[in-house]
């Protein structure tokens, strides 16, 4: 979904805190590198009971009071969810609501709720800015298209952590160490982070589960009058589309997962296979960049990451000026941020060529820094979105940490290196975040098979950057109605991205009800 819009400011799903977390799996399990224990693979997520607790009762019978939105053509609401669903009585969580009416011809399917993922993502603003006037139009026509920012992000009472400047500062904390004096850097880093979080949401951050969001989005199921869930969700948005399945698989609409995320591994493995992912997606740019007369990184595609990785180093020595109004130069973080940002879409292969020409042979930063602020959300003023608060906290709550120190990192740095020569030792420093979190985590790996729910649709990408293929062909072989429809290509996600191929399967599943055959592909 980034080929008409900025690939940036939506990129549908899992992010890169600087370095400082690796978002979607940025926590997980215990000291393994494998997936989850053969106990926990083998369990599965229980379906609740079908009918509605009493307790809840006044939050699915609520209506909502549609309001001009300030956007052209959407309206907004506000929906209550209990801030705990084991004492719906201790208070509520306010949800923010949008939807753009269906428009006609042909008569109204439903709602389509809508999430580009994250986790983090705010799925109004991607409602509003793109899916609501950007998705295909014979879908936009027979569906009210809803987005509903989950709890804890955005507009949904968002959870918060460190003000600009003290983000300016942990996006620029090296994650490469070198030495004690570093390692203690970083670590203070994400202490600070965790710190700022706990002090400034401390409530809300004990109740901001996929689990609990999932349960959010029956409410609203309700609360919109719909029998059954119709959804596309893209990369973590998956992980929340899966979630609902298995917890309510009897209002299975038309689910689509798009580059979907494999529930059953640990973040540990998670944050491994992404490692992995980004190097097969860095290996395509090298391929092309070659081809290019402006490539900066050499003329053979085997040159590129050694001559990238150096130019790495001699930023942890040096960083460049950026011309930045705050100050800021670009550290070997912040640049290693603005390579991965354009990781998720080819279309941003060129920009990334001009950033790169730019820092290697004119010694201006100014570029990759646009990237690594684009991915952050950091506006021109200095601010951030709630993105990366948001992201640690459901991914810190959804699963134990992946590292519980230094230590564990350094004896896991040869496979994230053998992963990525070039990305490797970045993302397993990225992976101790969750080591210092203030709130224990509340999930697990786990299987989801949601039986007896209607067919759902999970899509992968073969060189998907962010949510590897594989994962795609576990998360299909879970569920127990799943058809895999898979995209033979590069970037994250594949719906709307160009394949005619896939676009139309998907519309003929939304808008006739037609699943594809299992297994079938795309290119």
């Not at 991914?395 to 992946?402: T, V």
């Not at 490797?424 to 203030?438: F, K, R, V």
């Amino acid at each position: 979904m980034h080929s008409r819009r900025s690939p940036h400011r939506f990129r549908t799903g899992v992010t890169l805190l600087s370095f400082a977390t690796l978002l979607v799996s940025a926590c997980s399990s215990g000291s393994s590198t494998s997936s989850a224990s053969p106990a926990v693979a083998r369990a599965a997520l229980a379906a609740l009971p079908q009918a509605t607790p009493s307790a809840l009762a006044p939050y699915y019978g609520q209506k909502l009071s549609w309001r001009d939105c300030g956007v052209p053509g959407f309206q907004c609401a506000t929906m209550k969810a209990p801030l705990d669903y084991a004492r719906p009585g201790a208070g509520d969580v306010r949800l923010a609501v949008a939807r753009k009416k269906a428009t006609g011809p042909g008569k109204r399917i439903g709602s389509l709720l809508v999430n580009p993922g994250g986790p983090g993502g705010s799925a109004v603003g991607y409602l509003q800015q793109y899916a609501g006037i950007g998705y295909p139009a014979p879908v936009r026509a027979r569906y009210d298209m809803v987005a509903v920012d989950p709890r804890g992000v955005a507009r949904s009472e968002p959870v918060e952590c460190l003000d600009g400047r003290e983000m300016d500062a942990y996006t620029q904390t090296d994650v490469t160490p070198d030495d004690r004096r570093e390692t203690d850097e970083l670590v203070d880093a994400y202490k600070e982070f965790a710190e700022g979080c706990g002090a400034q949401s401390p409530k809300l951050l004990r109740h901001v589960s996929t689990v609990e969001a999932a349960r959010d989005m029956d409410i609203l199921r309700a609360a919109l009058g719909d029998r059954k869930l119709t959804y596309v969700g893209a990369s973590y948005g998956t992980f929340l589309g899966a979630t609902y399945a298995g917890l309510f698989p009897e209002r299975v609409g038309r689910l689509v997962l798009d580059g979907a995320m494999d529930p059953s591994l640990s973040s540990r493995r998670m944050n491994l296979d992404q490692t992995a992912g980004f190097e097969t997606a860095f290996q395509s740019f090298a391929k092309d960049c070659v081809r290019q007369p402006d490539c900066p990184l050499g003329t053979k595609a085997a040159q590129v990451g050694k001559n990238l990785k150096a130019f790495f180093d001699r930023l942890d020595a040096r960083p460049l000026p950026t011309g930045d109004a705050d100050g800021r130069r670009l550290t070997e973080s912040l640049a290693t941020t603005g390579v991965i940002a354009a990781m998720y879409d080819e279309s941003a292969w060129e920009q990334l060529r001009e950033a790169l020409n730019s820092a290697m042979r004119g010694n201006d930063g100014a570029g990759l820094l646009v990237l690594s602020d684009s991915y952050y959300e950091r506006d021109a003023e200095g601010g951030y979105a709630n993105l990366m608060f948001a992201n640690a906290a459901v991914n810190c709550l959804d699963l134990p940490a992946a590292f519980d120190g230094p230590d564990e990192v350094r004896r896991a740095l040869p496979d994230f290196e053998k992963a990525s020569p070039v990305f490797g030792e970045g993302l397993a420093w990225a992976s101790l975040n969750c080591a210092y979190w203030p709130v224990a985590p509340t999930g697990e790996p786990h299987r989801i098979e949601a039986k007896g729910a209607a067919p759902i649709v999970v899509v992968g990408t073969t060189r998907d950057p962010a949510t590897p293929y594989r994962w795609a062909q576990s998360l299909a072989g879970q569920l127990s109605s799943a058809r895999l429809l898979t995209y033979r290509g590069d970037g994250h996600t594949a719906y709307g991205r160009g394949s005619s191929c896939i676009d139309s399967a998907i519309n003929a599943y939304l808008v006739r009800g037609t699943p594809p055959t299992d297994g079938k592909r795309c290119s």
